[in-house]
């Protein structure tokens, strides 16, 4: 369960598009990355936008992020730990199932969904009645494994995170915290969750798109274009799991890059978009943020 259980939101709530890009340039080719600078234009730290399941074989830490990563005296993650499988499982479990039993999943999606549902579990060997003992965000994430594409132990993050083993890492959320986010959304709107996963887990894998290989060359007007539709389109969910996570995170952000420590905030890649991005709450505090790949 832990494969699925965190952190899914940064690969679903990408976003919006910001940030102009020089074709020229070759660092263009990589995922973005952005410099932020203080009031004295000299460089508190930098933020990077990472996706959390990725091909083994994808070449996506540019010689530039490798120079950001030598200097950078701290990590900044959404969640550290995540070799933890067994605590993470067991995480999950006692959120997953803590709430009063519920009715049939089949009953908790609309006819067309409940269709789609069937098939993926004809499809993934899933017996019928499978996830209803879950919570219905709990059903949604455990269903969001068969449609990822890649495996998470490649994922950015992870990489990021074995690489500062030796330096300090800080959490801005942390997985009980995390879980939480969608332990406590009300329940018409963990179904539209849940909705709009079974939409795009039951799409063939020839008709999903790949965002890991959009993102590896950081093509955010492309990670626009494909991510318009989904679980964003539904106002609450966007602000339940996109605006209001950014916005306590720019507060924390912030008391971060006010010490004399560099940070290099890695966190997913929807967090960096959009009027709503933590670019944009973070110039609003009084930064300046580059993009520089």
Known sequence: MARWALPLISVLALASCQGDRDDDDPAAEYPAAWEITGPDDLTEGW???TVHALPSDLDWQSPQLQDIAADAD?????????DDRRGLEELFRSLAYDGPPGSPLYARVDPLSRDRLRAIENREGVD?????????????????????????????DKVLLEQFQDREIVELEGARLQLSIFDGLPEKEQRDLLQAIIEEVAKEPEDRVDLAAIWSRGDLPALEQTTRQGLLADPELRDALLVQRNRAWAAQIEN????????????????????????SLLEQRGFTIRRIQ
């Open 74 to 82: 701290m990590l900044v993650v959404e969640v550290s730990g995540l």
């Open 256 to 279: 971060l890059l006010s010490a004399s420590d560099k940070p290099l905030i890695a966190v997913g890649a929807g967090h960096l978009l959009g009027k709503d991005s933590v670019q």
């Open 47 to 49: 933020l990077f936008g």
């Open 128 to 156: 019928a009645g499978s996830f209803d003992p879950m919570e219905t965000w709990a059903a949604a994430l455990a269903l969001a494994e068969f449609g990822r594409a890649h495996s998470s132990e490649y994922g950015a």
